[in-house]
């Protein structure tokens, strides 16, 4: 078995951001590492993080102005979710979370992760990272969870939209895509993968994130030129997006100050009501408001 590769903590130094966000803002995507000798981080993931607990995110979150967040179950932690669980079942009804299961759960578990505060399953098209999943399992799955209200999360390469919207447009569920599809902004904002993204997001059961600005940048922090890509979502469905830190982010190419992160969201916005919109209004539907 091949050795998972270390990977690079966060910035410990998160400036303090001069946008103030509203009360109820939400990060909608970030994630709990370990602590290793607590949750175990699966045996078969193809890297290794440092320790990033919940006390640590809860840290960031307080310094940021953030009060609610969703924590994406990470692919290091493989279908072990006892690290996810944990850190909503301490967060006074603040946190709710993805998950990330095999294929033959039962029933019993998905009701179990529900009440747990899991609204979605992720599934990880990002073929350098792990085994593709095949269609008809997520086919099965989106019909599966469609009754407790859940949605399915995509994590995929911008050079693969083309060939999975087929598949997220036939789905009875709400999809949820990660990073605005992982698109190049060296390639520019008339780009093909671009231009299918938003034509998706035409459709009523379509979401993005707008986060990954460090991902979708081909230049330094502050990552100005994922904007344009950001602010085009916006305008196309800005009841659908969604924002998050994506702390500690695991296998960026430049690591992002948070602080820094969210004055940049504050680019992707200037309007108080869509600011609101995107960090209260639009998780609330996704997660809080699904009983």
Known sequence: MTTPKMIAGPDQNPVKPSLVLPEGACDSHCHIFGPGDIFPYHPNRSYTPPDAGKETLKALHDHLGISRAV??????????????????ASS?????????????????????????????????????????????EVRRMADRVKEMGWHLVVHLDAVDIDELSPLLLELPVPFLIDHMARVKASEGIDQPAFKTLLDLMGHENA?????????????????????????ALIAAAPTRVLWGTDFPHPNVRIMPNDGELVNLFGEYTSDPAVQKQILVGNPSTLYFDVN
């Open 92 to 136: 006074n009804g603040n946190y709710r979370g993805t998950a990330m299961v095999e294929k033959d759960v039962s029933d019993a578990e998905l009701r179990r992760l529900h009440e747990g505060g899991i609204r979605a399953v992720r599934f990880n098209f990002v073929k350098h990272l792990e085994s593709v999943p095949d269609p008809e």
């Open 207 to 231: 979401w993005v994130k707008i986060c990954g600005g460090e991902r979708v940048s081909s230049q330094d922090a502050p990552f100005h030129d994922a904007i344009p890509f950001a602010q």
């Open 71 to 88: 924590i994406v179950h990470a692919s290091c932690h493989g279908p072990y979710m006892d690290a996810t669980l944990d850190a909503i």
